[in-house]
């Protein structure tokens, strides 16, 4: 099955800085990719769409300008947690839409804490 | 807006026995894909079933099977002979032919296996 990857897995960073993690999708190019946010037992909440060359789309309530996407190529979109504070510490997971299909594949996740 | 619900915030079997989770879901759309997920704790997402809406044929693989009952817009999960490695948490999540690959996902049922 098709391989999606992230980078890092876990992340300890300081209230006020930045954060990139990084998606790759490892044998697929996926045109479409998708970062959530999950906060423990509970579900997948959809962050924003993310389309190669173009601007990602965030859902509502989403900061735009807090949570930065950039999908520069087929196989790689970057998420980054802008000035980061405790409550933006939560897991997050990336996924890539296989070409011609709806299933997406998703990735082993990021655990961000900030401290 | 499509909507998808979980009931069973949480389900236990027993090893070898069987348990179904059940799924409803909401939509207007007369094409669309039905999943489920498999959360296990290393929270890596794993696809375990698809089906699609305009195949009336319930979709199997192995020991997982659903009940796809379109009319009452029900989408439950089978798993037979269960084992250890099956504990996990499950989520049912909804593709539409207009939702530009975004997937609803339902708020997740957690099954514990016991011995």
């Known amino acids: 099955g098709a391989v999606v990857s992230q980078h890092p897995s876990r992340v300890i960073c300081k209230s006020g800085t930045s954060v990139k993690i990084e998606c790759r999708s490892l044998?697929?190019?996926?045109?479409?990719m998708f970062w959530y946010r999950q906060f423990p037992k509970q579900s997948l909440m959809l962050m924003a769409t993310?389309?190669?060359?173009?601007?990602?789309?965030?859902e509502q309530g989403v900061e735009k300008d807090k949570f930065l996407i950039n999908h520069a190529s087929l196989t790689l979109s970057t998420l980054t947690v802008t000035s980061a504070h405790p409550e933006d510490s939560s897991f997050y997971i990336c996924?890539?839409?296989?070409?011609?299909?709806?299933?997406?594949?998703f990735g082993p996740g990021t655990r961000l804490t900030v401290t | 807006a499509q909507t998808v619900t979980q009931s069973q915030p949480e389900m236990s079997v027993q090893e070898a026995e069987t348990v179904t989770l059940s799924c409803t879901y909401d939509?207007?759309?007369?094409?669309?894909?039905l999943f489920w997920y498999k959360q296990p704790p290393s929270r890596q997402m794993i696809l375990v079933i698809r089906?699609?809406?305009?195949?009336?044929q319930n979709a199997t693989e192995n020991r997982f099977s659903v009940n796809f009952q379109k009319a009452a817009k029900s989408f439950s999960l089978k798993i037979s002979d269960s084992q250890l490695g099956d504990a996990a948490m499950y989520f049912c999540?909804?593709?539409?032919?207009?939702?530009?690959?975004?997937?609803?996902f339902g708020q997740g049922t957690i099954l514990t296996v016991h011995p």
């Open positions: 089906q699609e809406a305009y195949k009336q």
């Open positions: 044998d697929f190019q996926a045109t479409t």
């Open positions: 939509t207007s759309e007369s094409d669309y894909y």
């Open positions: 999540a909804y593709i539409g032919g207009t939702s530009y690959g975004k997937l609803t």
């Open positions: 996924s890539g839409e296989a070409p011609s299909s709806y299933e997406q594949y």
């Open positions: 993310s389309n190669e060359g173009s601007k990602a789309t965030y």
